[in-house]
């Protein structure tokens, strides 16, 4: 899968891009990161890609010509199946069920905006679709790109070292995970909790599925009310 971040920081994407998962991921030619700086594509040798915005008011707003140049040369990173997204706080709110439907591309182009945003124009004509990260404002859009990035990389086949990591993480089937826990047994008094030291593993699984559902119904009782199902029982 390709991932085009269209950014005017693009150190931050290679940063992210080279390190766990999505660096071994990217190792492995399961994913194509790159990236395109509008900055390259101004008008003028300076490099502008920024301006006041017209009827007044604070700050700045990406220009459409760097944009729209800049867009462009990503789309044409990939023959395949290409979305464009502009990450967005006034965006579809993205979660766990929109990284298969994301997934299914074959490329993704994600433009991240600075300042007080972009061009309304550009987002009229140049952008598929927006992707919001949550009810909060970030500085810029790399981060949210990142998430997107990595929270679809997991999902790749042979991303994970064990696939079963995935189908058990939160949200997967609409359950928080359980609680994990790893040596020693005891640290400062406070002990494993038995169960999983049984080797029983009908036992670890039913209080695997116990804790996540008591979980959800605790923090996230609106997962359940959307029909987040517990998996079957493995011991009956
Ligand atoms: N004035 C804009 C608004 O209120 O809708 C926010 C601009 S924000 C300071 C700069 C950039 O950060 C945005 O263009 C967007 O790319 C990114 N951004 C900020 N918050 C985001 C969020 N919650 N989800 C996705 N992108 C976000």
């Not at 008008?43 to 604070?58: I, K, L, N, S």
């Not at 600075?114 to 404002?137: K, M, N, P, T």
């Not at 189908?167 to 997967?172: I, L, N, Y």
Request: proline residues 7%; aromatic residues 6%; glycine residues 12%.
């Amino acid at each position: 899968m390709q991932f085009t971040v269209v950014t005017l920081f693009p150190e931050l994407i290679d940063a992210f891009g080279d390190v766990g998962i999505v660096g071994r991921s990217r190792a492995r030619g399961l994913v194509d990161i790159a990236t395109v700086n509008p900055r390259d594509f101004a008008a003028d040798r300076r490099g502008t890609v920024d301006d006041a915005p017209y009827g007044g008011g604070p700050g700045m707003v990406m220009m459409v010509t760097p944009l729209r140049r800049a867009i462009a040369a990503a789309r044409a990173r990939s023959g395949g199946r290409t979305l464009v997204a502009y990450l967005s706080p006034q965006g579809r709110r993205f979660e766990q069920a929109l990284v298969a439907e994301l997934a299914a591309y074959d490329h993704l182009v994600l433009l991240a905006g600075r300042y007080e945003g972009i061009d309304e124009r550009v987002i009229e004509r140049d952008v598929d679709c927006e992707l919001s990260v949550g009810d909060f404002i970030v500085s810029g859009g790399e981060v949210p790109a990142m998430l997107v990035i990595d929270a679809i990389t997991r999902t790749l086949p042979g991303a994970l070292g064990d696939a079963r990591s995935a189908v058990e993480d939160s949200f997967s089937d609409g359950l928080l995970d359980h609680p994990h826990y790893t040596r020693p047994e005891v640290v400062d008094g406070d002990a494993v909790p038995p169960v999983l030291l049984s080797g029983d593993h009908g036992a670890i699984a039913a209080w695997r599925r116990d804790q996540r559902l008591a979980r959800t119904r605790a923090r996230r009782p609106d997962l359940l009310a959307a029909g987040g199902k517990p998996e079957p029982d493995p011991v009956g």
